[in-house]
Nanobody
Framework: QVQLVESGGGLVQPGGSLRLSCVAS????????MGWYRQAPGKQRELVAG???????NYADSVKGRFTISRDNAKNTVYLQMNSLKPEDAAVYYC??????????????WGQGTQVTVSS
């Protein structure tokens, strides 16, 4: 099992930037696919960005060109660099770790979330 701790959220003005970090416990971080999700009030949780264990990335259309996901396996950390933030980016952001321990099984782990507020 892995524990995830997010940090880096806060209040930022529209057009500003934030960098979220998620530190994972355990020694097999490099085998996990990692992702950032967000959930705004009254809305479903949605995938923002993902990065596989091999480093392939994918992004929600709404954040392409503005957000960048990266990982540092030596530090057991995944990052989300968020630039040109918009009010609609405001949400609680959650870190996710996923792994297939065996064929047909996928385990998901979640952090506690970090609040991002975009407001002038």
């Amino acid at each position: 099992q892995v524990q995830l701790v997010e940090s880096g959220g806060g209040l930022v003005q529209p057009g500003g930037s934030l960098r979220l970090s998620c530190v994972a416990s355990g020694s097999i971080f490099r085998f996990y696919d990692m992702g950032w999700y967000r959930q705004a009030p009254g809305k479903q949780r949605e995938l923002v960005a993902g990065i596989t264990s091999s480093g392939n990335t994918n992004y929600a259309d709404s954040v392409k060109g503005r957000f960048t996901i990266s990982r540092d396996n030596a530090k057991n950390t995944v990052y989300l660099q968020m630039n040109s933030l918009k009010p609609e980016d405001a949400a609680v952001y959650y870190c996710n770790a996923a792994i297939n321990p065996t064929v047909g099984i996928r385990n998901n782990y979640w952090g506690q979330g970090t609040q991002v507020t975009v407001s002038s």
